[in-house]
């Protein structure tokens, strides 16, 4: 067991291109509240000069953002795909789900889904820093979580050894008819 006792997450923090664009869209398309802005010339933890602009946004969790004007233009690891890095946020239900998708094609933001995931339905899209971001909206039953948490050990297990995807959970990937 850790020395550690951890009460949640803070914040995460991402680079951005642009801070008030940043804001501006993640209010316009998510509802998120623009709280908080630090602005500092050299970094705090490392003392380095730096200038940047640090915003925060409120989305039921906080995220953040930094504007880092004196250095390269941000990219993506050339080794991870796009899909693989993203934030996911939580939305109520389906029809939530459906909602905040049509809400943003009719911003012009191309979405991807609802994808079915078993235990939830999620659609995928960029902000404009490049960023993958997901909504979901969970769908599954005590039953299915019991069991995701039973196999997930023996599935990770397997896995560290095989690295070969597992069938434990194979369920997860069969959408019933509605």
């Known amino acids: 067991m850790s020395g550690v006792t951890l009460s949640g997450i803070h914040h995460v923090a991402y680079r951005c291109r642009d801070a008030k664009e940043t804001a ?6 998510l509802g998120c509240t623009f709280t908080t802005a630090f602005a500092e010339d050299h970094v705090p933890s490392t003392g380095e000069y730096d ?4 915003i925060f ?9 930094f504007e880092l004007p004196n250095q390269p233009e941000m990219g993506r690891d050339p ?7 993203h934030i996911a946020f939580r939305v109520a239900d389906r029809e939530a789900l ?3 998708k049509a809400h943003l094609e009719a911003q012009g933001v191309e979405v991807i889904g609802p994808t079915f995931h078993g235990v939830f339905r999620s659609v995928y899209f ?3 820093n490049g ?3 997901e909504l979901a909206c969970d769908i599954g039953t005590a039953d299915q979580y019991a069991e995701l948490g039973r196999v997930a050990p023996l599935m990770l297990d397997e896995w560290s050894l095989t690295k070969k995807a597992p069938k434990h959970a194979e369920w997860l990937h069969k959408e019933p008819m509605d």
């Open 57 to 65: 946004l409120d989305c039921g969790n906080v995220i953040a953002f």
């Open 98 to 100: 459906l909602a905040a």
């Open 126 to 128: 960029f902000d404009p």
């Open 51 to 54: 200038p940047y602009m640090h």
């Open 24 to 29: 501006d869209w993640y209010a316009r398309m």
């Open 131 to 133: 960023h993958r971001l």
């Open 79 to 85: 080794n991870t795909p796009s899909w693989v890095q």
